[in-house]
């Protein structure tokens, strides 16, 4: 992880965009599993199967840095540059989502971001997340939007795509006619 904290372009669109070094990393690793213990939820490793590298993590977190969307829980994701751009931040981030609202009984689910992170704002509309506004992270004087995903919206786009899921399965095999 500290590797990936490491990386000026990883960390472009993290807070005030500093890296954090070896140290500072540990210290947030420690605060992470600490989340685990106090909000029953927290930060997933991410990491690739066939290799068993660590690829970044993905979970859920208090935004404490951001008092006006309190309450609320966070989904975020952060992977080294080398797993950027395979759909690994979109599955991960859904996993998380999906351990909210299924497992944590979660009633809403927020993602902060700062604008212009154009990959991160993608990741979110995948997450059937919508933009409800935007303001300034007081923490860095950066522009950020907060994307929402209620409970009943993640249950409805649920069962839609599985509808969908059970269709492909089951419906007609399209194939070339040569």
Not at 7 to 12: G, N
Not at 62 to 78: F, H, K, M
């Amino acid at each position: 992880m500290a590797a990936v904290n490491a990386d000026p372009e990883v960390m472009r669109w993290i807070r005030d965009g500093n890296i954090r070094d070896e140290q500072q990393t540990r210290g947030g690793v420690q605060a992470w599993e600490s989340e685990w213990e106090s909000q029953g939820f927290g930060l997933f490793a991410v990491e690739i199967r066939s290799t068993g590298e660590l690829a970044g993590f993905t979970g859920l977190s208090v935004p404490d840095y951001l008092p006006e969307v309190l309450p609320a829980v966070e989904v975020g994701w952060r992977l080294g540059r080398s797993h950027w751009g395979q759909g690994l931040a979109t599955e991960a981030a859904a996993a998380a989502v999906r351990f909210g609202f299924e497992e944590r009984g979660l009633e809403r689910i927020v993602s902060i971001i700062q604008v212009g992170n154009d990959a991160s704002e993608r990741i979110t509309a995948k997450l059937g997340m919508h933009p409800v506004q935007e303001t300034v992270n007081p923490t860095c004087g950066r522009r950020v939007r907060v994307f929402e995903l209620s409970s009943e919206q993640y249950v409805t786009t649920t069962r839609r795509r599985r509808q969908r899921e059970r269709w492909s399965r089951s419906g007609p095999r399209v194939r070339p006619a040569w």
